[in-house]
């Protein structure tokens, strides 16, 4: 089992939803910042939120995912079983992560930069109703390389979304280019990774599945958090 240490949130005031623009706009600094997103307190907030113990894995305890540990993971599973996902694409992929990991899915807005940041994944933080979250490239941590040509036609299509993740206190938010919606997916149809998974892609990904007509990549919602939670430090 992984062992977390303090998993606890990092308390700050987050003022401008009293005294902000989105509370009474009471605030004197309004006179002089005119908006919360220039002023330096909520620039110290986000970079506090940044700097939140992260939790301290194993990567030993981690089960190797090759084909026979994943056939033998679901020998047993009954037929007919389903797991819900919510598919959605990023650049070139499909990709799936298991419904109840999400907590809402979001307009595209600002993405607020950070000093100082210390992986290239962290793309900032974003506003999701009042709460400062940590906005991550899934494509970055994943290895994804897009190729353009393919994008400038897919781009006519888009509808990009922000996606709002959570485990147990842990939340964060990563962006998409389209959203398909809630899907069941039949275990029996699960596969083992292909071997042409980049290293990265492929210690993220539970498995693979058809699904009109192409491959969606199922990733571990575990593993991925695991991820989120090192790119912080």
Not at 30 to 36: D, G, Q
Not at 61 to 71: F, G, L, M, S, V
Not at 152 to 181: C, N
Request: with cysteine; net charge neutral; aromatic share 6%.
């Amino acid at each position: 089992m992984i062992d977390y240490h303090d998993t606890s949130t990092v308390a700050f005031d987050d003022c401008w939803n009293r005294i902000g623009v989105r509370g009474d706009s009471s605030c004197e600094r309004l006179v002089e910042y005119v908006r919360c997103l220039n002023c330096p307190v909520f620039e110290a907030g986000a970079a506090k939120l940044l700097k939140r113990p992260i939790p301290l894995v194993d990567l030993a305890q981690h089960e190797a995912r090759t084909p026979q540990a994943y056939q033998h993971q679901h020998r047993h599973d009954p037929q007919g079983a389903t797991e819900s996902f919510l598919i959605f694409r990023i650049g070139d992929e499909w990709l799936a992560l298991p419904t109840a990991i999400f907590k809402r899915i979001v307009q595209t807005r600002p993405i607020h930069s950070v000093p100082h940041r210390q992986h290239r994944a962290v793309l900032g933080v974003v506003n999701v109703q009042g709460e400062l979250l940590v906005c991550l490239s899934l494509a970055h941590l994943l290895g994804f390389e897009s190729d353009s040509a393919a994008r400038d036609d897919k781009a006519r299509h888009e509808m990009p979304r922000l996606l709002v993740i959570s485990r147990a206190e842990e939340h964060a938010v990563f962006p998409v280019d389209q959203v398909d919606g809630v899907h069941r997916i039949a275990v029996g149809s699960f596969r083992a990774p292909p071997a042409t998974l980049s290293q990265a892609a492929a210690a993220h990904t539970r498995a693979v599945a058809p699904w009109r007509g192409i491959s969606v990549g199922l990733l571990d919602a575990d593993a991925l958090f695991d991820t989120l939670n090192r790119s912080l430090g």
